[in-house]
């Protein structure tokens, strides 16, 4: 009956047009690791884990994501330059086009689900032409088990063509790539890049849309944990601020890096089935567990391998943005299934290059309100030609560019289900301490680590605090293992007029922003921003 799968299920993709290919099924992470070696597509590293490179993209390209404008659609979504609308015709048209570019290939395929909590689960066909990419939905989604396969029905299909590139002028995208999300036909389809985490973020989105509007539930960009005493703790920030390296806490379960959702009934629960970590800089001392998780199985991207087949982690010669993708079980310590209680915690995560927000700071509901909407972090020199200054970044709700529905939807209901729970709310600046980029430094791990640990275990509870004069914010005066000057910025700066400056240049910057917003939020909302 095993076999079930591999012969019945080798089946034609000729229900999805996609003619005369060799279809390889549901293979072994292990299959797919040798055939991308074999193909030249990748290569094994001296950890056993495997290497390849992701072509002309190494990161998502925003501005190439479209979702069908129909009658599902039309009116739920916030148009606008995150949600770009595109035409259902040109779609048909663009499916057509992608499904005869694949046709006669050598095709892989893989039934999986996201949200580990069954309620909820979503059954997904991703049908790749490349075997690595293939191997990264394996990492990345759930793995339904050889009986769950038997009787498996897909809703959601992913269409992935890295190879195939799109004319702009005939086939309607902006450019040769283009990641395009149909709801009513439950699509995603993404060509003319390679990169794997238009994949995991395509479902994202779609699972951003369907969770609040069919089954009133939350979805969240945040990673999540629990204790040993059951209570669960998230992190919400937008990319590089430490959902991946903070959860990652050997004392605690980790529930998922990245993606969940918050439901009716108070549950938390991941959607995926693995991890997509950073890897610049990457040490074995800070983030073992990360590390560990880079053995057979493992798929690495974009990264710099010596003679020796050993990783250079330092190496950011193809991008900053390094990655590796690993099935939840690389980590130790984890949940089983995915799923937490009501959470305890909730921390935002912030990279602030102004050096200006206090390290870790205790929010009001109002604060934690406008905070979520605001959804800051700080882009730094390095990462775009002609950056030298620090450039804040709003992101709503910490992840606008996976936010199908207007951003105030999503932030009611979480105002509303942190009030229900009691949660305590965290703000934590895991960027600049001592001065901006350049002058100051980044925060310690080891400090935003002990941080994270005082406030889960209740200690920070009965310590005293200081009312940040600009941001309104609580900083606490002493925690465990962190020197007290670190903890408000001010104490960091050399120059304290300096600060003062920069303080109210950020504050400006967050009013500024906010005011797209104000016409939706509640007073108490709009006390909680900074004051200028
Ligand atoms: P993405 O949404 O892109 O997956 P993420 O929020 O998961 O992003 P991480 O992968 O955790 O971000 O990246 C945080 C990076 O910042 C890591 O490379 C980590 O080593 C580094 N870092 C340096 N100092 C700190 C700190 N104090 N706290 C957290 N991360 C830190
Ligand atoms: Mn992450």
Not at 125 to 146: C, D, G, K, Q
Not at 271 to 282: P, W
Not at 286 to 297: S, V
Not at 438 to 459: D, F, N, Q, W
Request: aromatic fraction near 12%; proline fraction near 5%; charge should be negative.
């Amino acid at each position: 009956m095993v076999e079930n799968n591999k012969t019945t299920k080798m089946f034609s993709l000729e229900n999805y047009g996609i003619k005369d290919t060799k279809t390889h099924y549901q293979l072994s992470s292990e299959e797919l690791h040798k055939i991308t070696v074999e193909k030249g597509q990748g290569v094994e590293v001296s950890s056993g884990a495997l290497a390849v490179n992701t072509g002309e993209f190494t990161g998502r390209s925003p501005k190439d994501r479209f979702i069908v404008k129909d009658e599902v659609t039309k009116d739920e979504i916030w148009w606008g330059d995150v949600n770009i609308p595109f035409d259902p015709e040109k779609f048909d048209q663009l499916y057509d086009k992608v499904t005869e570019y694949l046709s006669g290939k050598d095709i892989y395929v893989r039934d999986a689900y996201a949200c580990a909590d069954e309620e909820y689960q979503l059954n997904i066909r991703v049908i790749n032409e490349y075997p690595w990419s293939n191997m990264f939905a394996h990492n990345m989604f759930l793995r339904p088990t050889e009986e769950e396969l038997k009787d498996f029905t897909p809703e959601w299909t992913v269409v992935n063509a890295p190879g195939f590139m799109a004319d702009p002028e005939v086939d309607g995208t902006r450019q040769h790539n283009f990641a395009i999300l149909n709801f009513s036909k439950k699509i995603a389809l993404i060509g003319g890049t390679g990169y794997t985490g238009e994949i995991k973020k395509g479902i994202f989105s779609a699972l951003n849309f369907i969770l609040p509007v069919f089954k009133d539930t939350l979805s969240m960009h945040c990673s999540a944990n629990v204790g040993d005493d059951g209570d669960t703790a998230i992190f919400f920030g937008l990319s590089g601020t430490g959902k991946t390296t903070l959860s990652a806490d050997p004392e605690r379960k980790l529930i998922g890096d990245d993606e969940h959702g918050w439901t009716k009934d108070n549950k938390v629960f991941n959607f995926e089935g693995g991890c997509y970590a950073k890897v610049i800089n990457l040490s074995k001392e800070n983030e073992p567990d990360i590390f560990n998780a880079i053995k057979p199985g493992a798929i690495l991207e974009n990264v710099i391998i010596d003679d020796k087949g050993d990783v250079d982690f330092e190496d950011v010669s193809i991008t900053q943005n390094t990655r590796v993708s690993y099935p939840i079980y690389h980590i130790n310590n984890i949940q089983q299934p995915s799923v937490g209680e009501n959470p305890k915690n909730i921390f935002f995560l912030t990279a602030d290059a102004f050096g200006v927000l206090p390290p870790i700071s205790k929010l009001t509901p109002g604060q934690a309100a406008y905070h979520f909407i605001s959804g800051y972090t700080a882009k730094v020199a390095g990462t775009e030609a002609g950056i030298t200054e620090p450039v804040p970044s709003f992101s709503a709700c910490f992840g606008a560019p996976f936010m199908p529905l207007h951003p105030t939807r999503y932030a009611e209901m979480l105002s509303k289900k942190m009030q229900d729970a009691g949660v305590n709310v965290w703000l934590v600046n895991t960027g600049w301490t001592g001065g901006p980029y350049g002058v100051g430094s980044r925060m310690k791990l080891k400090y935003t680590r002990e941080m994270i640990s005082s406030a889960l275990e209740g200690k920070l509870d009965k310590v005293d605090y200081v009312t940040h004069p600009i941001f309104g914010l609580e900083m606490p005066k002493v925690c465990l293992n962190v020197p007290s000057e670190v903890l408000n910025p001010r104490e960091t700066w050399k120059d304290k007029e300096a600060y003062d400056v920069k303080a109210n240049e950020l504050a400006l910057f967050f009013k500024n922003n906010f005011k797209m917003f104000e016409d939706n939020a509640s007073e108490e909302i709009l006390k909680g921003g900074p004051i200028v």
